[in-house]
């Protein structure tokens, strides 16, 4: 089979754009290839890949990767798959973190938040997960991307075992439990409920993750945290009581998004 055919056989059965993705990432090809040189030849199936695109699974699984912050990153059924919504808590804290400053990620699953803020801003970066898999892929990644990150297996509800950090960043479940089993079938079925499920309400992990950064932190430093779009004021309310202040961010779509927090002067 030829590139061209290859191409419109993804994309008849897929779509013009999961077509093209998968296309793309399947033969490291891109459009502008099948355009210039459509009639070189390729040996690939593709109605494996297809059947399993088709039957519900994300791309990104498929593909075994996905792109976050410019930077790719290996992805598998052990780790949540990095979303765009992310990059607004990691453009924040980018802009806000030098290269002397200490980071903490808790519930890092692919390491994206962690990797990213390590690369651009090149802080001493310690990311946490309690998912054993989530971790091995979360170091493989850092050594994909070349990022020099210290990991830790422990429970985001619990840890407070760190000092002096000047950042808190986090990505926590935060879907309400009798919610996780309507959404969409590419996330029910393939993304780790662990990484999805905050909880009755969905903000199981927001008390405990402030109250302990608030032992971590150091005096000026912030704890930050991505929420769902209806959060905002549950998490404002627990950022308060535990630190007296808190800001919102929106996303690109306008969404609230983001919720941090400084720590004051004790």
């Known amino acids: 089979m030829v590139i061209k055919d290859a191409y419109k056989l993804c994309t008849d059965a897929l779509g013009k754009t999961d077509g093209r993705i998968l296309f793309e990432g399947v033969t490291n090809y891109t459009f502008k290839d099948v355009l210039t040189h459509g009639e070189k030849e390729t040996d690939i199936d593709f109605n494996p890949y297809i059947k399993r695109v088709l039957g519900g699974e994300p791309i990104q699984y498929v593909l075994g990767e996905t792109e976050f912050m410019s930077l790719k990153f290996k992805v598998t059924p052990a780790v949540l798959i990095p979303r765009q919504d992310t990059e607004t808590l990691v453009e924040w804290a980018i802009k806000k973190i030098d290269k002397n400053a200490r980071v903490l990620d808790l519930c890092t699953g692919s390491g994206c938040i962690a990797i990213s803020v390590k690369k651009y801003t090149h802080?001493?970066?310690?990311?946490?997960?309690?998912?054993?898999?989530?971790?091995?892929?979360?170091?493989?990644?850092?050594?994909?991307?070349?990022?020099?990150?210290?990991?830790?297996?422990?429970?985001?509800?619990?840890?407070?075992?760190?000092?002096?950090?000047?950042?808190?960043?986090?990505?926590?479940?935060?879907?309400?439990?009798?919610?996780?089993?309507?959404?969409?079938?590419?996330?029910?079925?393939?993304?780790?409920?662990?990484?999805?499920?905050?909880?009755?309400?969905?903000?199981?992990?927001?008390?405990?993750?402030?109250?302990?950064?608030?032992?971590?932190?150091?005096?000026?430093?912030?704890?930050?945290?991505?929420?769902?779009y209806n959060q905002a004021e549950a998490v404002s309310d627990i950022f308060n009581k535990v630190f007296g202040n808190s800001t919102v961010l929106k996303d690109l779509c306008g969404n609230n998004r983001v919720v941090y927090s400084k720590k004051q002067v004790d």
């Open 123 to 228: 802080a001493f970066v310690t990311a946490l997960d309690i998912s054993e898999d989530a971790l091995k892929i979360a170091e493989q990644n850092a050594s994909l991307n070349n990022a020099d990150i210290t990991f830790i297996k422990g429970d985001a509800h619990t840890f407070d075992e760190l000092e002096n950090l000047d950042f808190v960043l986090s990505n926590p479940p935060y879907i309400e439990s009798e919610v996780v089993s309507g959404l969409d079938k590419k996330v029910k079925d393939f993304e780790p409920r662990i990484a999805l499920d905050g909880g009755k309400d969905g903000l199981d992990f927001y008390t405990d993750i402030a109250k302990n950064s608030r032992k971590m932190l150091k005096n000026g430093g912030f704890l930050a945290v991505e929420i769902g």
